[in-house]
């Protein structure tokens, strides 16, 4: 599942008119990346959730045929926040453990370990799996502790910063509305309680294209190693 919910308010005025997901970096769309990561990576059935400007997002992506994926589109008439997104979108995604990713981060690492970590979440074990970033300077706090049995924890261990990018098993979501907006950070806290979260460090490069500046930044680096590869 790739997250495009959100109204993007940090970006706008660019997202005045524009989802935040469909702002080009490298010359392409930013969830263009993540799909056609996810479609190198095997992974073809894709579920799309949106709210803001989501026509606009159908009609440049339509069914995913272009990119050799199949897309499930998830509507809400206002953003549900991410555990309701996902709660609202469960019967689209099935009873396996399934990959989420934040429509507005870019990452360009290894899909495999995630994959993997993805298959070894339980009803009765793990529930969740996270990858996390070092603190970015934006959020030197960071979220969770990551420790040296790879367990995660709301407090101890590494701190660092949930990347926004991770799998979850459905019963993660057990009691949670679909039809309300929920936030993920409380079902993972009481997860962790639960000694059923794990997560790794994230590897490859990471940016939260949380403001016009950094995505301005991203799309000068990107467009910096399509140079350096063609001559």
């Known amino acids: 599942m790739i997250l ?5 308010e940090r970006m706008r005025p660019l997202t005045d008119h524009c989802p935040k997901p469909l702002l ?3 010359g392409k769309p930013l969830i263009v990346w993540h799909i056609e990561r996810l479609a190198a990576a095997g992974i073809r059935a894709l579920v799309i959730n949106h709210a803001h ?4 997002l159908e009609e440049a992506l339509g069914d995913g045929a272009r990119y050799g994926v199949h897309i499930q589109w998830s509507p809400e008439g206002s953003a549900l926040e991410t555990a309701g997104g996902i709660a609202r979108a469960l019967p689209l995604l099935g009873d396996e453990p399934f990959l989420v990713l934040n429509g507005d981060v870019f990452w360009d690492g290894a899909l495999a370990p995630l994959i993997a970590a993805a298959r070894q979440l339980k009803a009765d074990g793990p529930r969740a799996h996270l990858l996390l970033v070092p603190n970015p300077e934006h959020h030197p706090e960071g979220d969770f502790g990551l420790m040296p049995d790879g367990s995660v924890q709301d407090a101890g261990g590494e701190r660092r910063t949930f990347a926004g990018i991770g799998a979850y098993h459905p019963a993660l979501f ?4 679909p039809s309300q907006p929920a936030r993920l950070a409380p079902l993972l806290r009481a997860a962790m309680a639960d000694q059923a979260v794990t997560g790794a460090r994230l590897d490859g490069l990471w940016v939260d294209v949380g403001t016009p500046a950094r995505l301005e930044a991203l799309d ?3 467009q ?5 590869q063609s001559e």
Do not use: N, Q
């Not at 495009?4 to 993007?8: C, E, H, M, S």
């Not at 910096?224 to 350096?228: E, G, V, Y």
């Open 220 to 222: 000068k680096l990107l």
């Open 174 to 177: 057990a009691g949670v509305d």
């Open 53 to 56: 400007l989501g026509a606009r």
């Open 4 to 8: 495009a919910a959100g109204r993007g």
């Open 224 to 228: 910096c190693r399509t140079t350096s």
């Open 24 to 26: 080009a970096v490298g």
